[in-house]
């Protein structure tokens, strides 16, 4: 069976230990699936647990800031749109606190009910981030919609403080992007990643709602309803991306081609066929299952060849958790 990425792996059959890993990035990977930092340099637990928890607290500070100026810059302009908009920013501030909650969880130490670690919990959190987005979207098209079919009651004032404050809220979201965003990067944490997504969507539709509140100031009214409406598919899209990046996760999806892993293993001398090939991904580590027969019924040769898959497995892919079942090979004389 194979060990949870906090112990020493144990290659069936074999014997061989090495250490947990993290999964490593691959062309084209989304900004929520990062490129996680080598084992060398790989924070300790208790360290991750609580850089997470710093970069949360702060956001959190910056979010619930945001959300106030735009609630009381929107009421008083009658503002559907940037009502809707300090809706969306305030999932930012809620996604904050479920984080607080989270990873504490998440970075548990694996246990006996638990082999492989709680990491999955920070994708299920990042998921329910996609959730929130979903009702979030559907709350701000149907007033959207409701407004449009009323145009002769609706009535916004826009003024040059509405103006000016929507623009120190997308100062103040994009530094929060960026902050995030890198210490997603070099942490490797697919729930502060997923956040910073969050907040990108959220500087997009801030930036639309900002060149809208101009035109509703110089007497169009209906872009209020109009600007709602595409602030939803901002939201929609974000919701979209989450969900792309974290159901595999969730669902134990394969992160790896079997084709490529076998055409790596048979490479290394004395292995002639692989086979019964699986890997998943728990959202920061890999893993690796494999059948291998081996020409050889010498259990020391056998023991040497899987060590020099793993190197090969290692460089290809980064540092992974590789378990492997060994068996002769049924034409092998010796």
């Known amino acids: 069976m194979p060990s949870s990425p906090s112990e020493p792996k144990q290659t069936s059959g074999i014997g061989k230990a090495e250490e947990p890993l993290r999964r490593p990035s691959r062309p084209g990977e989304d900004v929520i699936s990062p490129s996680p930092p080598t084992m060398a340099n790989r924070p300790a637990v208790t360290h991750y647990h609580r850089r997470v928890r710093r970069v949360l607290l702060v956001t959190l500070a910056l979010n619930l800031s945001i959300v106030l100026g735009k609630l009381i810059l929107g009421w008083k302009a009658n503002a559907l749109s940037l009502l809707s908009d300090a809706g969306h920013s305030a999932t930012d501030s809620i996604n904050n606190i479920v984080g607080l909650l989270i990873i504490r969880l998440a970075t548990a130490e694996a246990d006996i009910g638990h082999p492989y670690g709680h990491r999955k919990i920070e994708s299920l959190a990042a998921f329910s981030i996609g959730g929130i987005l979903v009702l979030t979207c559907f709350e701000v098209a149907k007033s959207a919609i409701s407004r449009l079919m009323h145009l002769s009651e609706l009535v916004v004032h826009v003024s040059r403080l509405t103006v000016g404050g929507l623009g120190v809220a997308i100062a103040v979201n994009t530094f929060v992007y960026v902050y995030e965003r890198r210490a997603g990067r070099a942490l490797g944490s697919s729930y502060l990643l997923a956040d910073a997504l969050h907040t990108r969507s959220d500087i997009l539709i801030s930036s639309v709602l900002l060149v ?112 492997i079942h060994v068996e002769p090979h049924e034409e092998s004389g010796e």
């Open 212 to 323: 809208g509140l101009v035109g509703m100031k110089m007497g169009f009214p209906w872009l209020d309803p109009v600007l709602a409406l595409i602030i939803t598919g901002f939201i929609a899209r974000a919701g979209w991306q989450i969900f792309q990046r974290t159901v595999p996760v969730l669902v134990d999806a394969a992160s790896l081609e079997p084709a490529r892993i076998r055409a790596l293993v048979r490479r290394v001398p004395g292995v002639k066929e692989v086979y019964r090939i699986r890997s998943r991904s728990d959202g920061q580590h890999l893993f690796i299952e494999f059948n291998v027969s081996v020409t050889t019924r010498d259990v020391a040769r056998a023991h040497r060849i899987t060590e020099q898959i793993e190197e090969e497995l290692a460089k290809e892919f980064g540092p992974c958790d590789v378990t």
